[in-house]
């Protein structure tokens, strides 16, 4: 088989399959309902139930200490899009979904293209992904201990090797966000790889045997067999990906110590919203967090639905 | 396939989404017993010098009184809790942690108020516990019923810190003014170290130098005011610009500030300082035992108030660590009776000699390292509330306004009058979308 030989798959599959009996069908759906029950009682009890009430909380004036709420329409609202700190974290959390998220997808792509071919590839996989096991707050507070620009390890080691020059305040203000977002970019890593991985090994070996016997270059074979036949995994990353950016939190929480937040500056959407709701100082505003989040909510179910109009591609059957 | 990829990647969203709306909406609970028990959170973790204090005082009262202290060290963020817990009926009865942060709690209604416990007598001695506290450390301790919030039983106070040695080797004198501050800087420097050591990635201990600037040129409470003027015109005071040129004079001074100061990683400014890397550490009281372990040897604590400006006003920024009581608490009584038997001389010493802090009763001496301190609090012309209270009064104002403008000055990026420029600004900005 050639690369031509692809097949493109009608949009409509399994039409030709024949319908069980009606009594079947409903007994089915019956037993599917009965195995649903449980998980539809915890989900609705623990998430949507909350989340409601989350909705609503964001229409009161409500520190969420025992005190009573008070009604005030959209003011929280009025007051979050009016507020220039929470506009720039959700810069700072743009930030972190494009450059980390482009950085993240080439490395992904080019690990994996790399690794294909490798043959100690399940080594390199699991070593790749082992930053993802760790929990980010104990990465993040590492990170900032190699980065300190008094004694840390990046410092040090470029002095004791010669290259003092090419030492850099990591920390201070100019570079402390583009650290921590490189730092994220290392934990999530080795994550996309291994589900891209999974979905570039599915792709049979003939392809690219093929390939080969044709003369394709590298790119021609990345282009013409690994991406569009992995184009539904990349819709998952970037599913996926939308959403971890859009939650940051912890890395940049613990980047410079637990308990002691770094400059506003460097807030995230989300350490904004914990910051409004469980004040480290003074009185927490919780009905205040909660038109945010919902103003999160909003933007991330957006971006969801736009990134899977824009990776909607014809299905390609292999 | 691709549905049932869409299908799990939306319940994968809507799941994280509702995690993240369900926090808004969730809260735990903690359990009280009878009226001959009391639940008591503390801020302080189990093992710390503190904790080992309290641990021992509730063996000796409960053995005294019969009454059971039932005991959770939570930490920290004890009072995150608190609040949770008080959604509930669940909540404990006695609570300690910082001052700012009861004051917070107090105002939200999450504390009672606790002058009873003030006139209560302490036990084994004939004073009340009003009269063994002086005035000056709980004038900030009341809330905004005019109630007070808490009973001190440690004192914070901040501090320009150095080890008295090296200001001997350099040839130079404790500064009683700014200039003299900036004299020292000079010989530090001289002798290869810089003058000033600090964790830049904190942004409250970076304001530290502004704020105590400012309350010499424009004495105790003045960036409070300007801090809730909506029009950020308060800033433009001549005497703010004359702060804050100061603090340019510090900071750009060659060599004066510790190499890569503005990215420093907390404890490795603090460290290096007490390893001789710079002369001076701007501090709160705890700046000795938190480098104790790393110090040169033979490192001399000492420390001043932070010195005068011409024709400044002298004040000392001070903050307490002490016990409140919760409005639902099911046994305030025994709660207060708790306090006052803490506050004897005997607990006050055991605070004094087994965590080594400064015990809020000034007729118990604080430990070696920081009996300088305490001298100071004696001293004081005035004492004054811990950065102005804007952290706790203003909570975000100080975080997305101050410290982000302080910053700038601080790392040498703005001259100040930039930096008025971008205070006053700032605040109009910030004023106009959260009146």
């Known amino acids: ?318 | 396939m691709r549905k049932r990829m869409r299908i799990l990647a939306a319940g994968a969203a809507a799941a994280v989404l509702a995690g993240t709306l369900a926090a808004c909406g969730s809260s735990g609970s903690m359990g009280t017993e009878d009226s001959k028990t009391i639940t008591y959170w503390s801020t302080w973790n189990k093992g710390e010098p503190q904790q080992q204090v309290i641990q021992q005082a509730i063996g000796s009262f409960t053995k005294e009184t019969g009454i059971k202290v039932r005991a959770q060290f939570s930490g920290r963020q004890v009072m995150k809790q608190v609040d949770t817990a008080n959604n509930t009926s669940k909540v404990p009865d006695l609570v300690d942690d910082s001052s700012e942060s009861l004051l917070s709690a107090a105002n939200s209604g999450v504390l009672q108020g606790v002058d009873a416990v003030y006139g209560r007598s302490v036990p084994g001695e004939s004073k009340t516990v009003a009269q063994v506290i002086p005035p000056a450390s709980v004038k900030f301790l009341k809330d905004d019923k005019g109630q007070y919030a808490l009973v001190p039983y440690q004192t914070l106070v901040t501090s320009l810190w150095f080890n008295d040695k090296m200001m001997q080797k350099i040839g130079a004198t404790p500064p009683k003014t700014f200039d003299e501050l900036l004299d020292t800087c000079g010989k530090a420097v001289a002798h290869g170290m810089a003058c000033v050591a600090d964790d830049g990635t904190i942004p409250d201990y970076n304001a530290y130098w502004l704020t105590q600037l400012v309350s010499r040129y424009l004495g105790p409470e003045w960036i409070r005011k300007a801090a809730a003027d909506k029009t950020g015109q308060t800033w433009r005071d001549p005497k703010f610009l004359a702060a804050a040129q100061a603090l340019e004079k510090l900071v750009k001074g060659k060599g004066n500030m510790l190499s890569g100061y503005q990215g420093s990683k907390l404890p490795a400014g603090q460290q290096a300082w007490s390893q001789n890397k710079a002369l001076y550490l701007l501090m709160g009281s705890w700046a000795a035992s938190d480098t104790k372990n790393y110090a040169a040897s033979g490192f001399d604590y000492d420390s001043v108030t932070f010195p005068s400006v011409p024709n400044g006003q002298m004040s000392v920024d001070s903050q307490s660590v002490g016990f409140g009581i919760t409005k639902k608490a099911k046994n305030p009584a025994a709660a207060q009776k708790f306090i006052a038997y803490f506050m004897s001389k005997r607990w006050m010493s055991e605070l004094s000699s087994k965590a080594g802090v400064i015990p809020s009763r000034p007729d118990v001496p604080a430990p070696a390292t920081l009996a300088s301190v305490q001298k100071q609090l004696a001293d004081a012309p005035v004492v004054t509330r811990y950065l102005d209270g804007v952290p706790s009064i203003y909570p975000n104002y100080w975080t997305n306004v101050f410290d982000v403008a302080d910053d700038q000055l601080f790392f040498g990026e703005t001259s100040p009058e930039k930096f008025v420029d971008k205070l006053v600004s700032s605040s109009k900005s910030y004023w106009a979308s959260h009146s």
């Open chain 1, 1 to 318: 088989m050639t690369i031509s030989g692809i097949r493109r798959a009608p949009a409509v599959v399994g039409g030709e399959t024949p319908s069980p009996p009606r009594h079947q069908k409903a007994g089915s759906r019956r037993t599917v309902l009965l195995f649903l029950l449980p998980a539809f009682v915890v989900y609705t009890a623990v998430y949507i139930a909350p989340a409601v009430a989350s909705v609503a909380l964001s229409l009161f004036r409500y520190s969420g200490t025992g005190d009573d709420p008070k009604y005030i329409g959209l003011r929280n609202y009025r007051q979050a899009l009016r507020d220039e700190a929470f506009r720039s974290s959700f810069v700072n959390t743009f930030k972190v979904l494009f450059f980390v998220g482009i950085a993240v997808f080439v490395m992904s792509f080019v690990l994996t293209m790399t690794m294909r071919e490798m043959r100690a590839r399940g080594f390199v996989r699991a070593v790749l992904f082992f930053p993802f096991l760790v929990s980010p707050v104990i990465i993040a507070i590492v990170w900032g201990f190699m980065l300190d620009p008094t004694r840390g390890l990046v410092n040090t080691t470029l002095n004791e090797v010669g290259l003092g020059s090419f030492t850099q305040v990591w920390l201070g203000p100019k570079l402390i966000f583009p650290m921590m977002m490189t730092g994220m970019g290392w934990m999530f890593t080795g994550f996309f790889v291994t589900i891209l991985m999974a979905g570039v090994e599915r792709i049979p070996p003939y392809y690219y045997e093929s390939a080969d016997l044709a003369g394709a270059t590298r790119w021609q074979k990345f282009r013409l067999i690994t991406l569009p036949l992995s184009w539904d995994v990349v819709g998952i990353m970037a599913v996926l990906w939308v959403i971890n950016a859009m939650k940051t939190f912890e890395f940049i929480y613990a980047f410079t110590g637990v308990g002691t937040p770094p400059s506003a500056t460097n807030w995230t959407a989300a350490l904004y919203v914990y910051y409004t709701g469980f004040a480290n100082t003074g009185q927490p505003a919780l009905g205040s967090a909660c038109a945010m989040t919902v103003i999160m909510l909003l933007i991330i179910a957006v971006l969801v639905v736009l990134i899977q109009r824009l990776m909607r591609r014809e299905r390609i059957e292999f």
